[in-house]
């Protein structure tokens, strides 16, 4: 949380303002209540001045709502004034557990559908604001952002749209698949923001003996793409890392991606360890149970699976049967995405709550100042450490 007893010295950029799409609600409320408390308690002579007006308030949501026609289409309209306004746009993109009627056939939306809709409620904005930041945690078409072939660059494109045609000035995600797209908007900000220091938080609370040394836990990378996350872990923990490679069919296509023949292990001995498998994402899952049975046969002790995206897009079953196996010991993912009432009811899985973390986060950025020291948690990792009881040797 912010330093409630150090002095406001920066003008914030405006009056705070917090719109949260469809599927964020009880997120952004989460982020706002946070925000509230924080501000209430803040102790400043420059509140009640006019470059602080509208600084402390009951609430910092704005009351927008998105309509739906009969043929799909749809608009979004805000009740209220955005002039001068710091505002901040909620979405997450991959919630299908919100409908709309089409037709008179209720359908999920889709990715396509949420990002239409954050693009009306920019629309909506009007120009009037004074700065627009989109919060969009699992980055849209965040997979599809190289050409290895005549395919769309979307995920480029879907950037570009929003920073250069509609005006938005920051854009803020968390573990992006590949950072290297923001390559598209050099001219406007990009955070990329990691969960590590959540995540361990999570697993120091909730795993029964763990114990943090290169004699008892190792981090793995599932693949060569997430390498340099799993390099951040071991390196603030001071434990060994191990990685798999994907042996792939390049000659054949199924489901937009080439097959993988087998997952290759390089690294050391896990035999005895308990195991860290990290990733950004869970999608089908097939690939992560398929690395966690590979060391288990390798004679791992306990699996945990970190990730910030928790998908499951086909479905947990196949999850339930690690689990009952012994194959995995417990998956955590965020709730920065849609979590079914079906995968929190689950005994192997814990969700990660990131609502602080974006409520510091913009909470820094509307008092204009760096975010440096959150967007590198190490500090704070070793401290949280330290509190309790873990002494880290660093590698």
């Not at 954050?118 to 629309?123: C, P, T, V």
């Not at 938005?168 to 968390?174: G, L, Q």
């Not at 417990?330 to 995968?343: D, M, P, R, S």
Request: aromatic letters at 10%; hydrophobic letters at 40%; charged letters at 25%.
């Amino acid at each position: 949380m912010p330093d409630l007893t150090e002095e406001l010295t920066q003008v914030p950029v405006g009056p705070l303002g917090i719109i949260a799409l469809p599927g964020c609600t009880e997120f952004a409320k989460k982020v706002d209540d946070y925000i509230v408390s924080w501000r209430r308690e803040q102790i400043s002579e420059h509140k009640s001045t006019i470059a602080f007006s509208g600084y402390q308030r009951d609430s910092y949501l704005m009351d927008a709502s998105f309509h739906r026609f009969g043929t799909g289409e749809g608009k979004a309209v805000i009740h209220e004034s955005v002039r001068g306004y710091d505002i901040y746009l909620i979405v997450d993109v991959f919630n299908y557990g919100i409908t709309h009627n089409c037709y008179g056939i209720d359908v999920p939306m889709t990715p396509d559908e949420h990002f239409a809709n954050l693009k009306r409620a920019i629309a909506a904005c009007a120009g009037k604001a004074e700065r627009i930041t989109v919060i969009m945690p699992m980055l849209y078409e965040g997979r599809q952002h190289k050409r290895t072939n005549r395919e769309s660059l979307d995920c480029a494109l879907a950037l570009q749209e929003l920073c250069v045609m509609m005006g938005v000035d920051n854009i803020i995600t968390f573990d992006a698949h590949d950072a290297r797209v923001q390559n598209a908007i050099p001219l406007k900000g990009f955070e990329n923001v990691t969960t590590t220091y959540q995540m361990i938080k999570a697993l120091v609370r909730n795993v029964d003996n763990f114990k943090i040394d290169k004699d008892h836990l190792m981090i793995i990378s599932p693949d060569e793409g997430g390498i340099q996350r799993c390099i951040y872990y071991s390196s603030v923990l001071g434990v060994e890392l191990g990685m798999f490679y994907k042996r792939r069919d390049y000659s054949t296509v199924v489901g937009g991606r080439n097959p993988i023949l087998a997952h290759e292990f390089l690294g050391d001995n896990v035999e005895g360890k308990d195991v860290i498998v990290v990733d950004d994402m869970i999608s089908s899952g097939d690939s992560m149970l398929e690395v966690t049975a590979k060391l288990k046969e390798l004679k791992a002790n306990r699996i945990y699976v970190c990730s910030a995206f928790g998908l499951f897009c086909n479905g947990l079953e196949a999850f339930d049967e690690a689990y009952e196996k012994g194959t995995i010991n417990g998956v955590f993912t965020t709730n920065l995405i849609y979590q079914t009432q079906e995968l929190l009811k689950r005994e192997w899985y814990h969700s990660v709550d990131v609502s602080k973390y974006v409520a510091l986060l913009i909470d820094t950025l509307n008092n204009d100042k760096s975010l440096s020291k959150l967007l590198s948690p190490g500090d704070r990792i070793e401290e949280f450490l330290k509190k309790n009881g873990y002494s880290i040797t660093k590698n």
